[in-house]
C-alpha cells in the first residue's frame, strides 16, 4: 500500500481563526502533515509523488468560478488598501442571490462559509497538490490496486462546488470518488470524521451513482451546525443515496463501532464497486476538539471493519490535529485496515 503525498502541500500554513468568536491559532498546521507522513511510513506503506495532474480533478468537482477564484484571490487582497494578510471573509451572504460579485470582499464572502479557510500565498498550490494526492490514490486503485493512502492535507470534506470551510478548499473525497466512477458504476464514501462531511454531501447530494455516509458529533450543537442530521437524505435522484449518523458528544469506540456498523450494512446493500474513506483522526477522545471519545485502538477495530467489507478503497485524509496520538492512531487504523483487507472481485463474489 501506498502513500501519496508531495511536500508542496506543506506550504499552505494559515496564521489563525476564529473560534467562539476568539482569534486562535490554526491548527490545521503542515505539523500534521509530518506526523501522518512518519506513521505512514512507519505503518509500512511506501511513499510516492502524485504526478502533476492539473486542474483536471479539481474541475471535476469544482465550478469554473471557485477555481479562478482560489487561483487568484490572494493576489486581488494584496491590492487593497489596508486589507489582511491572508483572505479572510468579513460577509457572510444568508443564502445567496443570482448574481456574483465583482470586488474581492464579495467573492471572499461568496466563496468562504467561515473564518476557518484562510487564503494565503501557498494555499492554492498546495490545496491543488493535496487534490492531486487523492486523484492519483484513486487512479491507482482504479488500476488495480487494493487500496491507497492519499495524505491530504489541506483536508477536503467542507468545500462545496463553490465553497471553501473548515479548513478545506478542494473537495479530495469527491475527486477520488468522481476518479473512480470513471472505472465503476457506484462509489461510495464513508466518512468517519468528528465532523459532518457537509461539502460531500453537498456536492452528491442530487446524485444516486455515489452513497455518502458519515459518522459525526451531533451537529446541533457542534460544527459544522446546518448539515448533518438525519433527516438529510438526498434530494431527487439521490433521495435515499446520503446517510447521516449523528452521535452524541463523548461517544466511545462501541457507540462508533455500533453505528459504523449500520454504516457498512447500508454501504454493503449499495454494492459498490469501490469505496472512498474520509478518514478524520479527530474522533479521537485526545484530539483538540474534543467531540468524540474513540481512542488508539478503537481506531484499529474501525479499520479492520472497514477492511472486512472487501472493497478497493482509497483512504483520504481529513482531519485529525497535532495531539499525543495523532499518529499512533493513523498506524492504528492502517494496521487494522490491512490485516482483514482481502478484495473481493465480482467474480469471487
Ligand atoms: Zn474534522
Redesign the pocket.
Known sequence: MKVIFDAAQKKHYPGFFLTSGARAPNPEVPARADILFAAARAAGLTPEEPPDLGLAPAAAIHTPEYLAFLKGIFARWQRIEGASEEVIPNIHPNGRGGSYPLSAVGQAGYHMADTSCPIGAETYEAALRSAHAAAHAAQQVAEGAAAAYALCRPPGHHAFTDMAG?FCYLNNSAIAAQRLRASTARVAILDI???HGNGTQGVFYDRADVLTVSLHADPARFYPFFWGHAAERGDGAGLGYNLNLPLPRKTGDEGFLTALDHALSRIAAFCPGALVVAL?L?AYEGDP?AGLSVSTPGFGRIGAKIGELGLPTVVVQ??GYVCDALGDNLVAFLDGFRASHRVVTEVSR
Open positions: 473548515g470524521d468528528v465532523h478524520g479527530d476538539f481529513e482531519g
